[in-house]
């Protein structure tokens, strides 16, 4: 019987080498993004439960954690801030504080390691006492596009002054990727970079990451403009209208349910396309690891290279210094 057998795949399989040699998409920190949490204070590194092995950072701190992660190749930081209750409120004007700690902490950040990139986060509800991304009318609950983008606009535009290198408007507001881009070009910002959250779903994913920014919606949800689970259609819409309005990156949120988005979205568009590794894809491998259902590296590994065999240039993952302390090991 054998002799029948031209094709033998698995002659290409029977070494470690050769699988090293012909392996086809592979993870450096290079390709990473670190999201990071930051608080108010002085040397506070509060762990958030839901999120083993993260933190919230007070600003002293938070230098600390990107030069380490600098050190292991990670050059790029996507940075939230947890806002004390005292300062939401509903028109979210923290959002556009110079002298806040989200634009305080991107100021220290650049000045400490002026070549670490520093991507921000354009929305409100870390803001908002609504808990919502955009305003909100008292009387109806409606969030307000068109009145909540003249506020974001202002936002990248604080934060682009602030030092950031690449903004991320993650509210999912209609026509926010032009607006911002021209407030930022009329600011004198024509080289900072725009990175949509282009499709980002109403996904059940969230929860931890809520739980480190208490920002969950004090009513509702976000169903209004965040996008349906079941749609793909609606995510090649949404890139084509942030690419003809000025976005330089496409992002995908969440990741690892959203695969064939990705790839969709890396066939049929030109931009560097990110995909978000979400808090809860990240406490469902940490908590399956801690009980010994799972071995976390490997499946950590399996993760992030399947971002990249999708389609994606670049993965914001809470993996990201744990993946390169491993890499760097090699």
Not at 255 to 283: R, T
Request: glycine share 6%; hydrophobic share 40%; with cysteine.
């Amino acid at each position: 019987m054998s002799d029948f057998l031209l094709e033998r795949p698995r002659r290409l399989r029977r070494s470690a080498a050769l699988r090293s040699m012909l392996s086809e998409n592979h993870v450096s920190p290079n390709d990473l993004i670190a999201p990071l949490f930051v608080i108010d204070g002085k040397q506070q590194k509060v762990e958030i439960k839901s999120m083993p092995g993260q933190f919230r950072f007070s600003q002293d701190l938070l230098i600390e954690e990107c030069k380490q992660l600098f050190s292991l190749g990670i050059k790029s930081v996507a940075l939230f801030p947890a806002i004390e209750a005292k300062f939401k409120t509903p028109q979210a004007l923290e959002a556009i504080n110079p002298e806040g700690l989200y634009q305080q902490s991107i100021r220290s950040i650049k000045e400490s390691l002026p070549d670490m990139l520093v991507m921000t986060d354009v929305a409100l509800d870390p803001y908002n006492s609504d808990g919502h991304d955009g305003l909100v009318d008292s009387n109806t609950g409606e969030i307000l596009n068109d009145e909540t983008l003249e506020l974001l606009c202002q936002m990248a535009v604080v934060q682009a002054q602030a030092g950031a290198d690449i903004i991320g408007p993650s509210d999912m507001m209609d026509g926010r990727v032009g607006a911002i881009r021209d407030s930022l070009d009329s600011e004198g910002f024509a080289n900072t970079a725009i990175m949509s959250y282009t499709a980002k779903y109403a996904s059940a994913f969230y929860g931890p990451f809520r739980d480190a920014l208490d920002s969950a919606p004090k009513a509702g949800d976000k169903k209004t403009y965040q996008m349906d689970p079941a749609n793909i259609r609606e995510a090649h819409r949404e890139a084509r209208l942030d690419l003809s309005e000025g976005a330089d990156f496409l992002m995908v949120k969440p990741g690892l349910a959203y695969l064939d988005v990705i790839s969709h979205l890396s066939q049929n568009f030109d931009l560097p396309i990110a995909a978000y590794n979400v808090s809860g894809e990240y406490a469902m491998v940490k908590a399956a690891a801690a009980n010994g259902w799972i071995d976390g590296q490997k499946v950590m590994e399996e993760i992030l290279v399947s971002f990249k065999r999708a389609g994606a240039d670049v993965i914001l993952t809470y993996f990201a210094k744990e993946f390169a302390q491993g890499y760097i090991k090699r």
